[in-house]
């Protein structure tokens, strides 16, 4: 549904912002998107990480890599291939699902939403946000939670700028503060 809409509107909306000299292939895409769910007490039980890779692939709808520590921090008690986080990277049409479930269900159940921030882009132009509770997204089910975790989200855009990926966004109906300042 995402992916006809961008094909259609959204890149001819994208193209006349732009200028009519731009290259069809050049104008701001999503390149795919990582979500990112840290499982502190995957070291002590194997059940929470079980139910977080459970929860993880309700969300996204495809199986997370599971992240292991590189080596070992003895001031965080961290023994080198300890199992810190999951990981998924979406990309094709899970990606524009995922996108359009983000954009229309999760974010508008934010207690006092205002709207996302402006500030969130890196240098690069890829968009990070967090989401403090799992329970938001309508996939998982509140019996089986056991404990409330923070998802990672982070759209990669494919643009020259940040203000280009801003506007890929805002033409993608993502809801940024009215009156966050620009950046």
């Known amino acids: 549904m995402l992916k006809t809409i961008i094909q ?61 520590a590189k080596k070992a921090v003895s001031s965080f008690k961290i023994r080198q291939y300890d199992p810190l986080a999951l990981k998924v990277t979406l990309r094709g049409g899970r990606m524009y699902d995922f996108v359009e479930k983000l954009f229309n269900i999760v974010l508008p159940r934010l207690r006092d939403f205002k709207g996302m921030s402006l500030t969130a882009f890196d240098n690069s132009g890829n ?35 940040k203000d280009e990926a801003k506007m890929l966004l805002s033409t993608l109906g993502f809801p940024f503060e009215k009156n966050g300042g620009s950046n």
């Not at 990480?49 to 996204?60: D, G, K, Q, V, W």
């Not at 939670?145 to 759209?155: A, D, F, P």
């Open 8 to 68: 259609t509107t959204v890149k001819n909306d994208l193209v006349t912002q732009l200028g009519k000299k731009r290259n069809v292939l050049s104008i701001p895409r999503l390149g795919k998107i990582v979500v990112n769910y840290r499982v502190a007490e995957a070291r002590e039980s194997q059940e929470s990480l079980t139910s977080a890779t459970e929860e993880l692939t309700a969300i996204t709808g495809q199986k997370p890599q599971l992240c292991k």
């Open 127 to 161: 968009y990070n946000l967090t989401i403090k509770d799992q329970t938001l997204f309508p996939e998982i089910n509140l019996d089986k939670v056991n404990k409330i975790r923070s998802v990672q989200i982070t759209l990669n855009i494919n643009a020259t700028s």
